[in-house]
Structure formats: structure tokens, C-alpha cells
């Protein structure tokens, strides 16, 4: 089995909306979740698609230094989450003085890719089953 994460921190991408676009991914296989993001009219979305993209390329990578076959259409989305990262602070003028605050709020994600894993029925199956 093999399993690759990606992470992208400190986007500019609300972390709320960032979710939004994250759960259409979920549990999908990877190339279909490529498809999802490239056509999702999310601004959040665009980060994601490349996320995935490289999640898939650290498959590949990981795949090659431990020798083992890497059949890119069985890697699915095993996990995908968004963490909310710094606050930029900025203000704004206001009336007779005042000072309004703007918070720029941005996002870790963090995606794992995954091969399934290939159960091997243990001995106490292959009895039960005679």
C-alpha cells in the first residue's frame, strides 16, 4: 500500500470555504477528484486540483524508491482537511476617525492519497469457510 500526503500552508483561501470544496473530494478516486476540482467554480478549488496533482507525483515518487507497482487509477482520496492558519490584520479608515479591522484569513491543506489495502483472508477465515 501505498500512501503520499501534500501539504499547501498559508494560502489565501478562507478556511470555510476551502471545507466546502475539500468535501467534494473526499473518499473520491483520485483522477475523478482532479475532474471535480478543474470544473468546481470555487476560487479554493484551483489550489486544491494542484495539491492533488502533487499528492499524485509524491505517490509516484514513493512508489519508485520502495519498488513497488503504482497503478496511478487506484489511488483515491483517503483523507483531505483544512486547518485554519494566521490572521493578516489589516484595517481600514472609517468615519469621523474610526478604524475598521479586516481579517485576511488563510489556510493549511493537507491532503493523503492512498492505494487500498489488499486484505489477505488470515487462517481463521480460510477455517471458518471449510
Same mark, same amino acid.
Given at each position: 500500500?501505498v500512501e503520499s500526503i501534500a501539504r499547501?500552508?498559508?494560502?489565501?483561501?478562507?478556511?470555510?470555504?476551502?471545507?466546502?470544496?475539500?468535501?467534494?473530494i473526499k473518499g473520491k478516486q483520485a483522477?475523478?477528484?482532479?475532474?471535480?476540482?478543474?470544473?468546481?467554480?470555487?476560487?479554493?478549488?484551483?489550489?486544491?486540483?494542484?495539491?492533488?496533482?502533487?499528492?499524485?507525483?509524491?505517490?509516484?515518487?514513493?512508489?519508485?524508491?520502495?519498488?513497488?507497482?503504482?497503478?496511478?487509477?487506484?489511488?483515491?482520496?483517503?483523507?483531505?482537511?483544512?486547518?485554519? &492558519?494566521?490572521?493578516?490584520?489589516?484595517?481600514?479608515?472609517?468615519?469621523? &476617525?474610526?478604524?475598521?479591522?479586516?481579517?485576511?484569513?488563510?489556510?493549511?491543506?493537507?491532503?493523503?492519497?492512498?492505494?487500498?489495502?489488499?486484505?489477505?483472508?488470515?487462517?481463521?477465515?480460510?477455517?471458518?469457510?471449510?
Amino acid at each position: 500500500m501505498v500512501e503520499s500526503i501534500a501539504r499547501v500552508r498559508h494560502i489565501r483561501v478562507t478556511p470555510q470555504k476551502a471545507r466546502r470544496v475539500v468535501a467534494l473530494i473526499k473518499g473520491k478516486q483520485a483522477e475523478e477528484a482532479l475532474a471535480i476540482l478543474k470544473f468546481a467554480q470555487q476560487s479554493a478549488s484551483e489550489p486544491i486540483y494542484k495539491l492533488v496533482h502533487s499528492a499524485m507525483a509524491n505517490a509516484r515518487v514513493k512508489a519508485d524508491q520502495e519498488n513497488e507497482f503504482l497503478d496511478e487509477q487506484d489511488l483515491y482520496v483517503k483523507n483531505a482537511f483544512v486547518d485554519e &492558519g494566521t490572521t493578516l490584520k489589516r484595517f481600514q479608515p472609517r468615519a469621523q &476617525g474610526r478604524a475598521f479591522q479586516i481579517k485576511k484569513r488563510t489556510s493549511h491543506i493537507t491532503v493523503v492519497l492512498a492505494t487500498p489495502e489488499v486484505a489477505e483472508p488470515d487462517a481463521a477465515t480460510k477455517k471458518a469457510s471449510k
